[in-house]
């Protein structure tokens, strides 16, 4: 998609992070302050967001048994993300929407690259096939130490899928990998994600404004 396919107004944000950072608490938080500010939007998450997103989440997210080569998940997550970035991303932009995802790319870099240890240039080169070379505005990454971040999940009493039962080494690199990533990519910020639901919000609202001034109000 070039820019002029975009109309003006159109955003991409994304939030990432580690398990339980608190990416799906924000994005609802965000979801509502648009929503106060008149702005349309669409707000989903990754894998997912389509039909058969959700379908191959459902294959990706399910337990231990559903053992498969580092080689298939990518394969599998980059199959979502080209519908995804077809059916939702796409049309919202050329709206002149804004769209807003629970994960995205820099997800694939983490988990896929330097979790499950995969080349990065093929991760990177097989990403760009999925999304035409579509990037988001901004990734804000929720960084929270991953044992908070178990922590806070255990609270939801699930079951913990395949990639969370991958243990604590894995999500420590998967933290590492976001830190290394933001310091090393262009459009990718750090947040604190510690504190109440309500203090991470009140920093995401004051980083988008800070980027976005012409969308989001200053005084936040
Ligand atoms: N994956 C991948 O490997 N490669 C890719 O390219 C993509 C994804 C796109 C997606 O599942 C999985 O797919 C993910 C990576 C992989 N790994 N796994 N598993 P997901 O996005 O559903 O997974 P998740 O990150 O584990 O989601 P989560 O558990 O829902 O975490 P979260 O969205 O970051 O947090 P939350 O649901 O908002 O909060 C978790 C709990 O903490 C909940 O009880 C909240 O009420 C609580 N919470 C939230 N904020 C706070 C604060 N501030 N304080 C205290 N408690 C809080």
């Known amino acids: 998609m070039s820019d002029a396919d975009r109309r003006d107004g159109s955003l991409f944000i994304v939030l990432e992070g580690g398990d339980g950072a608190g ?18 939007h669409v707000s989903t998450r990754e894998p997912g967001g389509t039909p058969v997103g959700e379908a191959i989440r ?20 980059l199959a979502a993300r080209a519908a995804f970035i077809r059916d939702v991303v796409r049309p919202a932009l ?18 896929q690259g330097y979790g499950r240890g995969l080349d990065l240039d093929q991760v990177r080169e097989a990403i760009s096939i999925a999304t035409g070379g579509l990037s988001p505005d901004l990734y804000l990454v929720l960084d929270l130490p991953a ?24 999500r420590d690199a998967v933290r590492e990998a976001y830190l290394e990533l933001a310091a090393s ?19 995401i609202k004051a980083r988008l404004a800070a ?5 989001f109000p200053d005084r936040v």
């Not at 924000?26 to 349309?40: T, Y």
């Open 23 to 40: 990416k799906t608490t924000q994005v609802a938080l965000l979801s509502a302050w648009f929503d106060a500010l008149g702005l349309a």
């Open 58 to 77: 459902s294959i990706v997210l399910a337990g231990p048994e559903m053992d498969m080569p580092a080689e298939s998940e990518l394969m599998l997550i």
């Open 94 to 111: 050329e709206d002149g929407h804004l769209v807003l995802a629970d994960r995205f790319s820099l997800s694939t870099m983490a988990y």
């Open 147 to 170: 044992a908070e971040g178990e922590e806070r999940q255990k609270h939801d009493g699930a079951e913990p899928d395949r990639i969370e039962a991958a243990g604590r080494s894995f």
């Open 185 to 203: 990519e262009p459009g990718v910020e750090v947040v604190s994600a510690r504190g109440t639901p309500e203090d991470v919000h009140s920093r």
């Open 211 to 215: 980027r976005f001034p012409g969308t």
